[in-house]
């Protein structure tokens, strides 16, 4: 008996300083407990419009009905700590219950939508984002006054501008961007408006064409779809008229001189221009009919173009957009002016052309098969460094081809003489 009570004492001491030694190490500290109190949680609610991370997440966006937003939400230090239930609500009312989802909303206004994160403890947190509904403004574009092409407007009297624009959103409010400008550029009016009119009285300057235009904009930086655009004319003095129009070739540059002349029915000159613009105005005109001639003097490959015109009385004439075509491809020529030619540390050519221009790059030089690129182009004469060295019994082939600003090509081949004889060449 004795023996026995000694042996289940021993056992129990033996119990006893396993457990405390298993007491005093810190394996604890390897395992994560969710559920600790002192473990910080936080949540964030965010809008995005798209799942790549490049897109900026937002705390608040505005959308039209029907366009979706994808809802965010982050949980640190992880969405896998412990907890009850997360859900979504709109306005209050259920909405999601998933982390990250895309949906739309329709009802028009301003919404908060909150994340709800209910942890282990029952302890709630949450975080919330701002959704405002709406839809832009809208401009009818197919009735407004002045309408397109008004003649006759008076050049001293109040002009009333006016057009049709609808809120779509009972609590969105529309401001309008009018803009007044000269065919030159000037800006006579630069405005933002709540109101869908405006009156200008500065009056205007006659024979003359403007232009306006108007955008609409909610408070919410929603933009129209559309934009009105209008044009008028200001009339002149009685039996005063004007002509304008806009000047183009089919050439890739776009710096030319136009010689612009009026002529009477009987082809006598009346008025000439020179400018560098594409636009161009003639007035104060008499009432009659006349011929419109445009050239570009310093390219006459571009072929002149002959307009007759009938002038009423008081208004403004604009025509069709005039375009000047060059059709001519350039010319490339040996300046002895024959198509063989001696070899040469140097080959000369001249590369003309008399219309819409051309430069270096649009040169290409082969001889025979073989692209040269160290050649260079000044004032017309085009200079190919070349191997005077060479030795050749027969002719060789060099081609030189080139484009202008229009297009026109051209490929013409040279050939160079012979230096040498064939025995001569195998030592013979």
Known sequence: MTFCKQHFLGLLLWSIIVLTFGACTNSDQYLFDSSTPNESISVEALLTTSFDSSVAKVKSDTIRPGDSLIFLTEVYPSKSIGHKR????????????????????????????????????????SDTVS??????????????????????????????????????????????????WKSTGEIMVDTLLKQANFIYRNGFTPLHKYYWSVSAENQFQQKSERTIEGNFYVKGAS???????????NSDKDSY?????LQDSNMVPLKEIKSDSTDFSLFPLAVGSYSLRVSVPDSPDFSPILTRITLHGGQVLELDTICLYDNTPPTIKNPLGSDTLDIADTLRFTVRDGGSGLSESMISVFFENNYL?????SDSLLKIPFDKDIRSWTYRIINISAIDFSGNKISKNFYLKPNTTLPEVFGE
């Open 239 to 249: 039996s005063e008229n004007a002509v304008m129009g806009h000047l183009k070739t």
């Open 86 to 125: 997360y859900f979504w609500l709109l306005d209050g009312a259920p909405f999601a219950n998933e982390f990250s989802f895309r949906n739309t909303i329709l009802d028009p206004g301003v919404h908060e939508v909150v994340f709800v994160f209910v942890d282990s403890f029952g302890d709630t947190l």
């Open 373 to 377: 690129q160290n050649f260079s182009l």
């Open 131 to 180: 959704v405002t509904v709406a839809t832009p403004p809208v401009l009818d574009d197919s009735l407004f006054i002045p309408a397109c092409g008004t003649q006759n407007i008076e050049p001293d009297s109040a002009l009333n501008f006016a057009w049709n624009s609808t809120a779509v959103d009972s609590f969105s409010r529309a401001s309008y961007h009018f803009v007044i």
């Open 257 to 261: 001189t136009y010689q612009i002349l």
